[in-house]
């Protein structure tokens, strides 16, 4: 089954979004195109890799757009799940974080079952979060003051947790790449 994927800036940089039939499998942020390709082919390096949009890659990026200029809080979008149950069940604990809120990596423990609360497995499950935004792991940080992993950055994560604690409505161009 081939790889669909599109490339297009955004206002915390290029940003990735790649799909099967089945669903949204990568959305991945980065300075330049070559990153993003690299971690697209280290990802997927058996499939057919195609740069082309399709009605869910064009649905996902509207749904980015709205997010970026303040008009969508989540994300509604068919998901192809890869990664172990652990990961998984992380991931959508995450992902019921509220916008606009910090929760402490203690707090989102309390929420997982036995095997899923250790640190360790809380950091790995983040630095395979395939999925920026829609995963919201920039809503997580390791102490009251600071910020925790984010695997696109702290740079990244400090903008995008100031732009959910006030958001304002602006208007982004997202231009795919030619």
């Given at each position: 089954m081939p790889v669909e994927y599109c490339i297009q800036t955004s206002p915390f940089g290029r940003l990735l979004l790649a799909a099967?039939?089945?669903?949204?499998?990568?959305?991945?942020?980065?300075?330049?195109?070559?990153?993003?390709?690299?971690?697209?082919?280290?990802?997927?390096?058996?499939?057919?890799?195609?740069?082309?949009?399709?009605a869910l890659l064009d649905q996902a990026f509207a749904q980015y757009q709205a997010y970026f200029s303040g008009q969508r809080q989540q994300f509604e979008l068919p998901i192809a799940w890869h990664g172990s149950a652990q990961q998984q069940a992380i991931w959508q604990q995450i992902s019921l974080i509220p916008f606009g809120q910090q929760w402490s990596y203690q707090q989102l423990a309390q929420t997982l079952s036995a095997p899923y609360q250790a640190a360790h497995a809380i950091n790995q499950a983040l630095r395979h979060n395939p999925l920026a935004l829609i995963i919201p792991c920039h809503r997580l940080s390791n102490s009251p003051q600071g910020l925790g992993y984010y695997r696109w950055g702290r740079v990244r994560q400090q903008q995008l947790c100031d732009r959910e604690a006030s958001p304002v409505i602006a208007t982004y161009s997202m231009e795919m790449m030619s």
């Open positions: 099967t039939s089945e669903g949204l499998l990568l959305a991945s942020f980065a300075d330049d195109d070559s990153e993003l390709l690299a971690e697209l082919t280290e990802a997927y390096p058996d499939r057919l890799l195609l740069y082309r949009s399709n």
